[in-house]
Structure formats: C-alpha cells, structure tokens
Nanobody
Framework: QVQLVESGGGLVQAGGSLRLSCAVS????????MGWFRQAPGKEREFVGA???????YYLDSVKGRFTISRDNAKNTMYLQMNSLKPEDTAAYYC????????????????????WGQGTQVTVSS
C-alpha cells in the first residue's frame, strides 16, 4: 500500500519561507505524477503544483515564481519550496500521487490522484 507523509509545515511571517516534504513508502515515487494541493477552512481543495515523471512542473498561477516543486527519486521524496509567503497561502497542504500513465492529462484535478497524505498545516501571519 502506497503511503504519503508530509512534513515541514509551521507558522511563518509574511515574506518568509518554508519547505514541505512528501515522503513516499510502499511505492516508487519516480513512477508517479506527484502533486501538491491545499485547503483553507471553508474552501475547496485547491491545486498548487505538480511534477510529472519526466520532471515537467505545473503551478497555480498565484504561486508561480514563489513556489518550486522538486523531487529526489533516490530518497523517494517530493518537495515544495515556498518563498515570499503571503497570508492567503495559509492552508493545510496535501501531497498526492497518481500512478496511472494517463494522469498527466489532468494534473490539476484532485480526482486524478489515487493516494493522499494526511496534510501539514501552513500558517502565514501578516
């Protein structure tokens, strides 16, 4: 069974940085489309970014230039480097994995992903 575990969340002031990690077990992350989503209280889960098996990246427009997704296949881990954080980035952040080879067609949709982590909270104070 594939399991995803996020870490690295916390409280940071506006303009600060955090790096989230998503460790994959029970599977090989390099075989998956990997994604990051976030959900703020009272809002729907929102796509943040994704990285394909060939390391193509996709981002939500509002995080482009501030967030960077990367993957370390040797460590079976994906990262989300978040810089210039804003209060509106406050949310629970979730990583997700999609083994299907056709997942790349819809990297921004939550339904594309089969496996999810438990989430890590990011709070940005103004």
């Amino acid at each position: 069974q594939v399991q995803l575990v996020e870490s690295g969340g916390g409280l940071v002031q506006a303009g600060g940085s955090l790096r989230l990690s998503c460790a994959v077990s029970g599977g090989t992350s390099s075989n998956y489309l990997m994604g990051w989503f976030r959900q703020a209280p009272g809002k729907e889960r929102e796509f943040v970014g994704a990285v394909s098996k060939s390391s193509l990246t996709y981002y939500l427009d509002s995080v482009k230039g501030r967030f960077t997704i990367s993957r370390d296949n040797a460590k079976n881990t994906m990262y989300l480097q978040m810089n210039s954080l804003k209060p509106e980035d406050t949310a629970a952040y979730y990583c997700a994995a999609a083994p299907s080879p056709v997942a790349i067609a819809r990297p921004r949709l939550p339904g594309t992903y089969d496996y999810w982590g438990q989430g890590t909270q990011v709070t940005v104070s103004s």
